[in-house]
């Protein structure tokens, strides 16, 4: 993160090349021998916070800060893999999947999940260095999942493209971490493109690029409070969901998500809802508008509309879907009042982690020291402050290499380096 929360966008390429040439002798003076480089971005989520899962609409973007996977194939059928954040090594046999319960089970679940897809691997040496923020509500995870899934393709020849190794690294932290998370952390961070919100339908993975507008900046304001959605609330909110279907599916026809689900039918048949399962739907229902409105109005450059949508979205996240906590809440708060703010909500899962705040550009070195002392001041805690640096970030210089790699077309954020 930048705590400073200067714009990273100028010394961005001086900076990722150096961290390449870091990762680079770490792996020689580790494993010995050359290395290929990959990296992902994790993301933020400006508007559509839990609707993945409920095959509605999110826009989320890719940030710059990346998880970067080093890989050497080897012909044993182990991978061995290094995280520099834990400082820790792993080994996993790919004919004997077991889950561990800790970081690598992110690579074991995407090896897996892609032999059973069949790519056959034969055995790698791999580390991994991330800079996305764990627990923070930024997609650590599908950053690691995505990079190590990049690497790991690299050591093989079946081609595989950007939505189908969404697919396969979803499925691995479904199937194999055990967190019932929807597509958008993979999708994005496999598909975003340098200063684009990508707008996605989750159920028929259409998507269209929306540019941030060039005189607003997106920025990240981190709690510092951690967050784990492997843990049991998120998942319970996804049952809560699945619940308000099963129970409105004999009174709606062709209700099969909540995606499907009308305002007017939810209060129409509000009744035949448990309260809590009620909010939950309420949120689900009202979010996926407040995307689709939301996209109208960055269209529309109207960063006014758009900010009364994002607080809107805040205050459901908070009340109906329940999933913000003090610190979020404090966050949102503080932003509100500083000039040259647009909107500003909670981002991701919840319950701690990053808010996101859309911020007139001039205005952001002043945004960026007030929040960060009037939190501390309220909370006693240093948040981090991240300025994106959209729109004006490219990644292009990479971007042949990684469109041959995964066969695929568009001007993508997952990449060799
Ligand atoms: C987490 C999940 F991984 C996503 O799939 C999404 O549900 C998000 O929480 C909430 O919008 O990041």
Known sequence: MNPSATPVAQ???SQSLRRSAEIRKLFRDLYGGDCRLFRAPGRINLIGEHTDYNDGF?????????????????????????????NESRSFDLDQPQPRGDWSDYVQGVAIMLEKSGYHFPGAKMLISSEVPM???????????????????????????????????????NEFVGARCGIMDQFVSCNGRAGNLLMLDCRSLEHSFLPVPEDARLVICNTMVKHAIAGGEYNIRRAQCDEGVRLLSCVVPGLSALRDLSPEDLEQFHELLP???????????????RVLAAAAALEEQDLQRLGKLMAASHQSLRDD????????????????????VYGARMTGGGFGGCTVNVIASD????FASKIASAYEARTGIVPEIHVSASPLNSNSRFHQRSVALLRSASNDHAQIV
């Open 321 to 340: 879907y329940e999933v913000s906590c003090p610190e979020l809440d404090l966050m949102v708060e503080l932003a509100n009042v500083v000039e040259g």
């Open 135 to 173: 627990g923070s509500g930024l997609s650590s995870s599908a950053a690691l999942e995505v990079a190590a899934g990049v690497a790991l393709l690299d050591t093989q020849d079946t081609p595989c493209d950007r939505v189908q190794l969404a697919h396969i690294c979803r499925r691995a932290e």
């Open 363 to 366: 205005a952001v070195p002043e």
């Open 275 to 289: 309260s809590t399962i009620y909010k939950r739907c309420r949120h689900v229902v009202g979010e996926n508008q």
């Open 11 to 13: 010394s961005a390429s």
């Open 58 to 86: 999110v826009m989320p973007a890719a940030i710059d800060l990346h998880c970067c996977v080093a890989v050497a194939p080897t012909a044993n059928r182990a991978v061995e893999v290094y995280s520099t954040n834990f």
